[in-house]
């Protein structure tokens, strides 16, 4: 019998004004176009709700480029769900706030990807987005949101962390979220200018402790750990199709937002119902329980703790999605997480370009593995 | 070890407007939700917590509740040490009459 599927993610759209390098979306953006529209989404939000679905979250890409926002957001405040906004504040306007609020919408998280413009705006890849991010998020506060900032922390901006805990302060956020990027998607290509130090990372956790000492209760601050950094793997996505069901843009269901890439089968909701998507499809079932574990999951003592870890990680660094997560130092393939790990010790610092999301570097990805494959065959 | 002693009767407690309690048909529980979080509540928690709507000062609520559960032992102490811990998490708010 499946657990409901409380979290119901609806990635509008791959399109977005920023180029964030650390994106967890797909490389492929550039190939999901034929967006759901909003007749489908509302489909969707319904029967999810009717299987049990409370968190809803819009996201993408950049949920405020879809014209249909205000209406599903207000949708899915009719149909009981709390509502997410998940955005980096680019497109939005006093007046879309308010209206937003007026829709039904709970929270409203913003993204920074620094704690000055100088930085923010070189890692977003644009002109006068710190701005417009201070000036939203000051908006959202006026209006009576509950503040929730989230910096996805990487090299090029760990150290800064206490002056971002200070800005957060300033902005008197609620919660701050200072979530070590992961490596999916975009983040996975650029991950060698991305992953930090063992020192960045201790000095950063320390200097969390210190805010958390002095701030207390007032703002509550999540630090999240790259995963390459431990020795047993995430409990990923609290288990595959246990909790967390995504629909992408296209309207393939997920179990989570990388797992397009696997070699398996996904269904679409312009042909699956959710209720069957989430109960029977092939895709949904293919990791649930633990039938499929191999060595060393397969009888090791830890196993119902952390599921064998993150089977899209799995793939994309032991080429089988069935393997254990070899950040696992059970992992017989733990050894390239060592190497990576070890590279990120010896890097001289210095900003190495990264490679921007964008459409066109998209494209070219696209074009440039399609020729791989052609050479090989 | 929650300390009881600084609630006061007379506080009326509200449920944090960063939060919103529902009731799941289900999950057959009150839930606590909040920015991509929900908390589920057990039967007690639901009980004391659906009755935080700004209109009963704690008094009220534990006698309301030693009503309804006349056969609840100690059922004060443990609505207030429940008081105590909500309060703690921040999801209570409280006017002081």
């Known amino acids: 019998m499946t657990t409901p599927p409380f979290w119901l993610l609806a990635e509008l759209t791959y399109r977005c004004p920023l180029q964030c390098p650390y994106c967890s979306n797909p490389v492929e953006i550039a190939q999901i176009k034929d967006e759901l529209d909003t007749e489908s989404w509302i489909r969707v939000m319904t029967e999810a709700r009717k299987l049990g679905a409370v968190q809803l979250g819009f996201s993408g890409g950049e949920p405020l480029v879809r014209e249909d926002l205000i209406e599903l957001v207000a949708e899915g405040r009719r149909l009981g769900y709390y509502t997410n906004l998940i955005t980096s504040g680019i497109g939005l306007t006093t007046d879309k706030v308010a209206a937003l609020k007026q829709a039904g919408l709970d929270h409203i998280q913003v993204s920074f990807q620094a704690s000055g413009a100088e930085l923010n705006d070189l890692i977003a890849g644009s002109n006068k987005a710190f701005n417009q991010k201070i000036a939203m998020t000051k908006e959202i506060k006026r209006q009576g949101y509950p503040m929730v900032l989230n910096f996805v922390l990487h090299r090029q901006n760990i150290e800064q962390v206490d002056r971002i805990l200070d800005l957060a302060v300033e902005l008197q956020a609620d919660y701050v979220e200072l979530a070590n990027t992961q490596y999916y998607g975009w983040a996975f290509h650029n991950r060698a200018e991305l992953l930090p130090s063992r020192q960045q990372l201790q000095d950063a956790e320390a200097v969390v402790q210190h805010y958390r000492d002095k701030i207390g209760a007032r703002m509550k601050i999540i630090f999240v750990v790259p995963d390459y950094y431990e020795n047993r793997p995430k409990r990923c996505m609290n288990g ?25 089968q996904f269904p679409n909701v312009r042909e699956w119902s959710v209720a069957d998507i989430w109960q029977a499809s092939p895709g949904f079932n293919t990791f649930r329980g633990d039938d499929w574990m191999r060595e060393p999951c397969r009888s090791c003592p830890e196993k119902a703790k952390d599921l064998g870890g993150c089977r899209c990680q799995a793939f994309m660094l032991t080429g089988d999605s069935a393997n254990a997560d070899p950040v696992c130092d059970k992992s017989p393939h733990n050894n390239r997480i060592r190497e990576i790990v070890n590279q990120a010790q010896l890097s001289d610092g210095r900003v190495k370009p990264m490679l921007m999301r964008n459409w066109q570097n998209s494209k070219d990805l696209i074009a440039s593995s399609a020729q791989t494959e052609g050479a090989v065959k | 070890m929650t300390d009881t002693v600084s609630l006061k009767m007379g506080w009326v407690p509200s449920i944090n407007p960063h939060f919103r309690l529902q009731w799941e048909e289900a999950q057959q529980a009150f839930v606590l939700l909040y920015p991509e979080g929900m908390i589920k509540l057990n039967f007690s928690g639901g009980e004391i917590l659906s009755r935080c709507d700004g209109g009963s000062t704690i008094e009220d609520i534990v006698e309301e509740l030693q009503r309804k559960f006349p056969e609840a032992d100690n059922l004060e102490q443990d609505v207030l040490e429940f008081l105590a811990g909500a309060f703690e998490r921040r999801w209570l708010i409280y006017e002081a009459l």
């Open chain 1, 240 to 264: 595959w199709g246990n909790i967390f069901l995504t629909v992408t843009p296209d309207g393939t269901a997920l179990p989570c937002h990388s797992a397009r890439q696997l070699p398996l």
